[in-house]
């Protein structure tokens, strides 16, 4: 399995502003995913990010609002640009167990915005 | 557009009890389907995949089916224990590459 650490855990921010969420992973994977899980929903997928190449964003979602740095095959941050309370969301990045076959998560961003 | 469908009613069931949940999908048609457990503040951790070839699979007290026919999986926990409540989250896959879309849990309470 994978130990994900996912950092901040939760932080408050001021509208218009920007954060950054780091994600650490144990082991060396082709693929991290960053998902977005607003209150009383499920987990949207934001993007893909592979080591070395522009990441994949999915339906809704663009690189100048979340850019995604992906510089080797243990990290990844996850920015939200220009917040607004609309962002207020728990942002989790995860990755692919060796077979494919499930995803190991981090514990989270609980995201606050004023 | 494919769509996946979860009680989103909270579940409550008393102690010793069978919890059954279920996760219907319409407009396509997995070949795998995986059910997670989520905590509050916490992320989703993996429990069981079920294959569409597979009708049911077991692990400990859970136990999942997997009807193609019904397009519906149901999630069973044997003997549940308080320290089950969680919201279970299903997320049907096309194939072992397709990207992991969830449904929006189900949240199980298990009264003492």
């Known amino acids: 399995s994978a130990v994900i650490s996912q950092k901040p855990s939760r932080d408050i921010c001021q509208r218009g502003t920007s954060l950054t969420i780091q994600c650490q992973v144990d082991?060396?994977?082709?693929?991290m995913f960053w998902y977005r899980q607003q209150p009383g929903q499920s987990l949207t997928l934001i993007a893909t990010a592979n080591q070395g190449s522009e990441a994949t964003y999915e339906s809704g979602f663009v690189i100048d609002k979340f850019p995604i740095s992906r510089p080797n095959l243990t990290f990844s941050t996850l920015t939200v640009s220009n917040m607004s309370p609309e962002d207020s969301s728990i942002y989790l990045c995860?990755?692919?167990?060796?077979?494919?076959?499930?995803?190991?998560f981090g514990s989270g961003t609980q995201l606050s915005v004023l | 557009s494919q769509k996946i469908e979860q009680n989103s009613e909270a579940l409550n069931i008393q102690e010793g009890k069978t919890a059954t949940l279920t996760c219907n999908y319409t407009n396509y048609s997995p070949a795998y389907l995986q059910w997670y457990r989520q905590d509050p503040g916490r992320g989703p951790v993996f429990l069981l995949l079920?294959?569409?070839?597979?009708k049911e699979k077991r692990k400990e007290r859970l136990k999942v089916t997997f009807d193609t026919t019904l397009k519906q999986s149901l999630f069973h926990i044997t003997a549940s224990q308080p320290a089950d409540s969680a919201t279970y989250l299903c997320?049907?896959?096309?194939?072992?590459?397709?990207?992991?879309?969830f449904g929006k849990g189900t949240r199980l309470h298990i009264l003492p």
């Open positions: 995860s990755v692919e167990g060796p077979t494919n076959e499930k995803l190991f």
């Open positions: 997320a049907p896959l096309l194939n072992r590459d397709d990207k992991i879309i």
């Open positions: 079920i294959r569409e070839n597979e």
């Open positions: 082991s060396q994977v082709t693929m």
